[in-house]
């Protein structure tokens, strides 16, 4: 319901003796209308509160006693919007009769383009004695004279008002745009998709949500400042104006975020070639104070088609599409199918899943032995996380750990992880089980954390048995003084760092000589090929070079084979890693393991003389 500016009406409220009403009337048929306010006077002859008039049609002043043919005129010139009064024997609420004279004058707001209804009651008292018969009189321009004053007044205050107006007008423009790029804002944008939304249910009019993110925003504004950043949300801005239409709504969602809401038209065609033009156009380099970068972006498209199950879900859809643009690789842009719809439900069933397992304390740690290369026994477990799920069993981290990334919930996880390691080794030494030491995986998150040092020297694990393994994409985006400050705590501590997965990613020497492992592990990849792919072998050669050039033990990962153990260890790695000396297993069949073999999973690297066949003691069964 709409509310009338009080400063309009307030003196007419109580100094006028005309009952006076305002009714706000349907674009479309100026008989139909709602009652939005009237004064004292109008609620004094017609016997109804102001309450009981506020919301009501006009057919609240249709007494039983008015005559047809005055009740008929109102309509016709009501439809008509035609200003006109009446003199008429009527009703009040209860059922008593009086004459009275009843003017209608149109108004319209050209701000808003509503019409509205000024309604003036007059009671004739000296009329009651006069005649029974009702009169009828349609008044002209002249037979509104008596209501010019009214007019006027509402005029003048409406004048008076006008740097209100300009105030509103400018406050509902911050309230709808975007401060920085000018743009549609957020919540400009939720009211007008409701609409887009409602015309699609009533007319059909298809349309197309483009779901707009920045890859390397983050980047930016750290590498060149935030106001680099803003100049270039500004750019996109731009650039998104100048690809889409006035009918097109564009809008700024927050951060990096865009969106674009399209008519379909005949065809959506137009829609690709807008998406891969977006594409395109975020990939040329932006240059600022002399510095030029690249920012490529991820688009996701959903169509709203006409008799869709769900089209308030149209929305999410393109931020399913541009999730699935984002896992093939960015820079590139993908159309909704109910497939991502599936993957989706899928998705947020396990991270619902993930936040129970976080409460429960449902992941488990796992172990896979590394092997000295010359002796064959065990020096070293790596800890692997398991989750324990109630209804799908012991689930590995490809199947959890993206999606706890994406949740940010990593963090939790490593923590119940480490948790359970001081434990796990005391129980395996109290069995007699024999294991040197053990390594963890680090995610970013958990390097950035400050805790994490406190957590170790307060586990109660001795820092010399333990290994710290940081992904080698980890270790390039945090290179940092904080990442610095944290290695330089471990080394303090006695705690052996190594480099893992090497080759993965774009690491440089320096690189190595700035963090400085003590371990380096080449990455499966490299390793297995290394007899079918020719060059494979003088690539693992290289980096096994480069470590014990730079004073480290180096890991192979990924052996599979006798074949396999015996190559890389001839060809300088120091430990071996692979599903040939056992996959990851629990801790009780690591006990069983260390027990039965006394530490010895392999016979060593074979000498010149004897080239009896390498086996692999008590394999994984």
Known sequence: MLVIPAQIFSQINDKCTEGLALALASNDDGAVMEFQWCNKAFTKITGYA???????RGTILIGPDLAQDI????????????????????????????????????????????????????????????????????????NQESYARVVDRVQRLEKEN?????????????????????????????????????????????????????????????SLGHEAGDRLLVSVANMLRELTCKSDLVARLGGDEFVILK??????????????????RTQESFACDGKSTSCSASVGVAIAKAGMEDPEQIVGNSDEALYHAKSQGKGRWSFFTEEMHANSISVKQ??????????????????????????????????????????????????????????????????????????????LDDAGANLPRVAVNVSAARLADPTFTHDIRSSGIDPRRLTVEILESVYLEQMGDVFRWTIDELDELGVTIALDDFGTGHASIRGLLEIRPDILKIDRHFIQPVFKDPTAKPLVASIIEIGK???????????????????????????????YFGKPMSEDNLRKRLIETGGNFWSGRSTDNDRISLRCISRAR
């Open 263 to 280: 008519p379909l038209g005949n065809s959506a065609l137009n829609i690709s070639s807008l998406a891969d033009e977006i594409v395109r």
């Open 71 to 142: 009740h008929l005129h109102i309509i016709e010139k009501l439809m008509n919007w035609e200003n006109f009064s009446t003199k008429s024997l009527n009703n009040r609420k209860n059922g008593a009769t009086y004459w009275q004279r009843m003017s209608w004058i149109h108004l319209s707001d050209t701000e808003t383009g509503n019409h509205w209804w000024l309604c003036s009651i007059i009671e004739q008292e000296n009329e009651r004695a006069k005649s029974d018969k009702p009169k009828m009189e349609v008044s002209t321009t002249s």
């Open 350 to 427: 396990l991270a619902s899943d993930l936040l129970l397992a976080c409460e429960r304390r449902e992941f488990l740690p796992y172990f896979q032995p590394l092997i000295d290369a010359k002796s064959g026994r065990i020096v070293c477990a790596e800890m692997l996380v398991r989750w324990a799920h109630p209804t799908r069993g012991i689930l590995p981290p490809v199947a959890f750990l993206d999606t706890a990334a994406n949740m940010g919930i990593l963090n939790r996880v490593d923590k119940i992880i480490f948790a359970c390691l001081q434990g796990a080794m005391s129980r």
């Open 50 to 56: 102001a309450s009981e008039v506020i919301g009501q």
């Open 549 to 579: 050039g730079l004073g480290m033990r180096v890991v192979a990962e990924g052996v599979e084979s006798e074949e396999h153990a015996r190559l890389v260890s001839e060809m300088g790695c120091d430990y071996l890693q692979g599903y």
């Open 162 to 222: 006008t740097h209100l107006h300009q105030l509103a007008k400018s406050v509902a423009k911050d309230a709808n745009e975007d401060a920085l790029t000018g743009l549609s804002n957020r919540r400009h944008f939720e009211v007008d998709v409701k609409t887009w939304i409602e015309n699609l249910k009533k007319h059909g009019t298809e349309f197309a949500v483009l779901y707009i993110d920045l890859d390397r925003f983050k980047f930016v504004n750290d």
